[in-house]
């Protein structure tokens, strides 16, 4: 089994930063792409950033110039800066990793059990 730690969250004011990590443990092979979504109140589950076994990333929009995504493969570590937070930032963030167990079982998605961060005005 895999199963992944987030930590990191909390409470901010706008402007501030925060630095979620997101652990993975357990029977693991390897781990191709990683990527962290986030859930606001009242809207759908929406990628925030994703980043690729190679080290390519991906943003929304809205986090563009503001957000870093990262990974320590030697830690199986998802990382991810926020800084210059804002408000509409609030939500429930979820790490995802696609995660092989061994070499003769095709990957699955494994998702982390979720990190409030809450940024005030």
């Known amino acids: 089994q895999v199963q992944l730690l987030e930590s990191g969250g909390g409470l901010v004011q706008a402007g501030g930063s925060l630095r979620l990590s997101c652990a993975a443990s357990?029977?693991?092979?390897?781990?191709?792409?990683m990527g962290w979504y986030r859930r606001a109140p009242g809207k759908e589950r929406e990628l925030v950033a994703s980043?690729?076994?190679?080290?390519?990333?991906e943003y929304a929009d809205s986090v563009k110039g503001r957000f870093t995504i990262s990974r320590d493969n030697a830690k199986n570590t998802l990382y991810l800066q926020m800084d210059s937070l804002k408000p509409e930032d609030t939500g429930v963030y979820h790490c995802?990793?696609?995660?092989?167990?061994?070499?003769?079982?095709?990957?699955?998605?494994?998702w982390g059990q979720g990190t409030q961060v809450t940024v005030s005005s």
């Open positions: 357990g029977s693991i092979f390897s781990i191709s792409d």
């Open positions: 980043i690729t076994s190679g080290g390519s990333t």
């Open positions: 995802n990793m696609r995660v092989r167990r061994s070499s003769w079982i095709p990957e699955y998605d494994y």
